[in-house]
């Protein structure tokens, strides 16, 4: 983490309103990237957001009601905001090796709940000087996802299902990080590790972008003035999302209340509200997969912030989450988070019932993680009366989950995700992406699922060879 977060000065992001998206991202970036130049930082935008997007203005906002901004985040290649980082962060690292001068080679070490990995995969295909290792659960992924994995092209990838949730596959791709021998192995092979799953800074910081962006389109639209509070709310799973928002407001956008919406998974609901993080309870596989999610990486990063960045401290309840899956923050901290932070959960009927409302009263679809969100800031609304303008997050296509989404908005059981799409698109009018709908006439290129015990061998005979 940067040793002191960057602060927007009075009139900046008035200024960034008359800006396009990669030139506010240039911007952004330069504040942290100090050894980028601006034209390098302007050059790894455009190559990441200009034509692999819809839109070159890739982060649109669609208004529902009165008080509630949608900002569409999954417009990018793999139809989830994961695209929004893992365009840019290929670029970063090719331009950071470049500077590092010593020739490695990078291996990237993912695992994924399902959009994380697609995506990333997408990013580093054919990238010169790098190649890319994604677990995923098996089982505990939708077809969809599943398949954009498993029909990747390129020279350079690999996939692997693991025998396990995502938080199995997580910890063991944590291990793998850390384990020194592995590590020697890859070094004597002029290689090195990097991540491509939110504990890398390099996915935190295009999120805080949109974020910015998103403020300054509402501010060039004309919907709020500059210095308004507007509140955020983010489905979340592994924290990152909505850490960028905090990370903004850090920086001085005038957020309010940062909402953290999360489904039955709601670990984080209960220590956002009591300030006791606790693993020890039942998972659940729900139709919100990406958010199948109970140890929460980035929320270390919040707390090492909350805590005046003791480290001493995060080092102190890292460990009690690893012996024991928990631990507890004290008063202050639990204080400090309640200041900024609202929680809330729903489950899956609740998720259906809003996609459900959302297209009947506004004929507007979203995905189950974004109902989620939905959800939740209908009820933090009803409950406290608080009736700020919200940016909420909208994380996917619907038409990655197009099952439960067709059983939302019809009623009707349709067990094959392409029939699924069709009836969604007869019923909206709106049409599925082209690069979900192709998927169903390709064939898998990677079918292997190993043991969680057998990660770091995939690991090892996947890179430890040629060189
Ligand atoms: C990854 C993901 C999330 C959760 O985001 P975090 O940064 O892990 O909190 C929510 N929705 C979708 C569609 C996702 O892919």
């Not at 994380?395 to 989404?405: E, G, I, L």
């Amino acid at each position: 983490m940067p040793v002191e977060i960057p602060v927007l000065e009075k009139g900046e992001i008035t200024e960034l309103s008359k800006l396009g998206y990669c030139e506010r991202a240039k911007h952004i970036f330069a504040k942290f990237m100090t050894d980028f130049s601006e034209d390098e930082l302007l050059e790894c935008a455009e190559g990441a957001y200009i034509g692999k997007f819809e839109n070159d203005e890739p982060t649109p906002i669609v208004k529902l009601g009165d008080n509630v901004y949608m900002l569409e985040l999954w417009h990018g290649p793999t139809c989830a905001f994961k695209d929004m980082a893992l365009q840019i962060l290929p670029h970063f690292l090719v331009k950071s090796a470049e500077k590092a001068g010593d020739g490695k080679k990078t291996v990237i070490l993912t695992a994924t709940s399902g959009d994380t990995g697609k995506a990333a995969l997408e990013g580093f295909c054919d990238v010169e000087g790098t190649e890319i290792i994604v677990f995923y659960p098996d089982n505990g992924v939708s077809k969809i996802q599943q398949l954009q994995m498993q029909t990747q092209k390129g020279k350079n990838v690999s996939v692997c299902g693991v025998k396990g949730n995502f938080d199995d596959t997580q910890t063991a791709v944590k291990t793998i990080f850390t384990d020194e021998s592995i590590r020697a192995k890859l070094a004597e092979n002029g290689k090195r590790f990097s991540s491509a799953n939110s504990i890398n800074v390099g996915r935190l910081l295009p999120q805080v972008v949109y974020y910015i962006s998103a403020y300054a389109d509402l501010v060039a639209k004309g919907e709020i003035s500059e210095g308004e509070t507007v509140n955020v709310t983010v489905p979340t799973g592994n924290f990152g999302n909505i850490l960028a928002a905090y990370y903004a407001k850090q920086m001085g956008v005038p957020f309010g209340k940062l909402i953290c919406a999360s489904n039955a998974n709601n670990v984080l609901t209960d220590f956002l509200s009591t300030g006791e993080y606790n693993v020890n309870r039942e998972f659940f596989m729900t139709e919100s997969p990406s958010m199948d999610i109970l140890v929460s990486s980035n929320l270390e990063r919040l707390v090492f912030e909350l805590c005046d960045k003791d480290d001493g401290y995060i080092i102190e309840i890292m460990k009690s989450l690893r012996e024991h899956g928990a631990y507890c923050v004290p008063d202050e901290i639990l204080s400090k988070i309640k200041e900024t932070f609202a929680a809330g959960y729903t489950d899956d009927k609740g998720a259906e019932n809003r996609i459900k409302m959302l297209f009947d009263e506004y004929s507007y679809l979203c995905d189950t993680h974004t109902a989620v969100a939905v959800e939740v800031y209908e009820k933090y609304k009803e409950v406290t009366g608080d009736k700020t303008k919200t940016i909420i997050a909208s994380t996917a296509s619907p038409y990655k989950f197009p099952r439960a989404v067709l059983k939302a908005i019809s009623g009707m059981n349709e067990p094959d995700d392409f029939e699924a799409a069709k009836k969604i698109e007869n019923i909206s009018g709106l049409k599925m992406p082209k690069q979900l709908s192709e998927l169903s006439e390709k064939e898998p290129r990677f079918t292997k699922v190993c043991e969680r015990e057998n990660m770091a061998g995939f690991v090892l005979s996947t890179v430890g060879g040629d060189c």
